[in-house]
T-cell receptor, first 112, second 111 residues
Framework: DSGVTQTPKHLITATGQRVTLRCSPRSGDLSVYWYQQSLDQGLQFLIQYYNGEERAKGNILERFSAQQFPDLHSELNLSSLELGDSALYFC???????????FGDGTRLSIL | LAKTTQPISMDSYEGQEVNITCSHNNIATNDYITWYQQFPSQGPRFIIQGYKTKVTNEVASLFIPADRKSSTLSLPRVSLSDTAVYYCLVGALYNNNDMRFGAGTRLTVKP
């Protein structure tokens, strides 16, 4: 158990819809990272927050947004969903930047 | 941006030592080297992190030569449960823009 909690575990929706993925980091971790992993693909870094502020941005689409709240949990919002958005979405947390990241079990998003 | 190159796949047998090498020719002075393990449909798990020379923990060793242009993850006496994808990351502490996961190395351990 990494201590990182992601909900929901599975999400099935249709094209054009909007979903919100939630992540609770390990106790004491200030950094939260979001990754996308499509079938048989590597992990694509989307975005990182540190103590409520955006710290780094990767290959995140404009249709996607995220935020980190004062209690340090984070949400990833995906809108105008397309079939290609079907993937595993992982959240990770670390104490600070580039300290070892601890990953949750992911949310599997399926777009029908 | 420190780019890493790893073999796409490797095969081994139970009980053998496995060494996975990662090339990072343009590693910067402040960059650390971190390895993760990922099983199917699970999030990656931190294995080991180092800066230079050798680091050892209860599951692996990390060898880094003096020029730091490569690193080798060593898994002693692998078992079937070590079948996974192994990722090498290179990046500076406090500068997360540089840290990216590559394609990884798919290790298959055979009986």
């Amino acid at each position: 158990d990494s201590g990182v909690t992601q909900t929901p575990k599975h999400l099935i929706t249709a094209t054009g819809q909007r979903v919100t993925l939630r992540c609770s980091p390990r106790s004491g971790d200030l950094s939260v990272y979001w990754y996308q992993q499509s079938l048989d693909q590597g992990l694509q870094f989307l975005i990182q927050y540190y103590n409520g502020e955006e710290r780094a941005k990767g290959n995140i689409l404009e249709r996607f947004s995220a935020q980190q709240f004062p209690d340090l949990h984070s949400e990833l919002n995906l809108s105008s969903l397309e079939l290609g958005d079907s993937a595993l979405y992982f959240c990770a947390s670390s104490v600070r930047d580039n300290q070892p990241q601890h990953f949750g079990d992911g949310t599997r998003l399926s777009i029908l | 941006l420190a780019k890493t190159t790893q073999p796409i796949s490797m095969d081994s047998y139970e009980g053998q030592e496995v060494n996975i090498t990662c090339s990072h020719n343009n590693i910067a002075t402040n960059d650390y080297i971190t390895w993760y393990q990922q099983f199917p449909s699970q999030g990656p798990r931190f294995i080991i992190q180092g800066y230079k020379t050798k680091v050892t923990n209860e599951v692996a060793s990390l060898f880094i030569p003096a020029d730091r242009k490569s690193s080798t993850l060593s898994l002693p006496r692998v078992s079937l449960s070590d079948t996974a994808v192994y990722y090498c990351l290179v990046g500076a502490l406090y500068n997360n823009n540089d840290m990216r996961f590559g394609a990884g190395t798919r290790l298959t351990v055979k009986p």
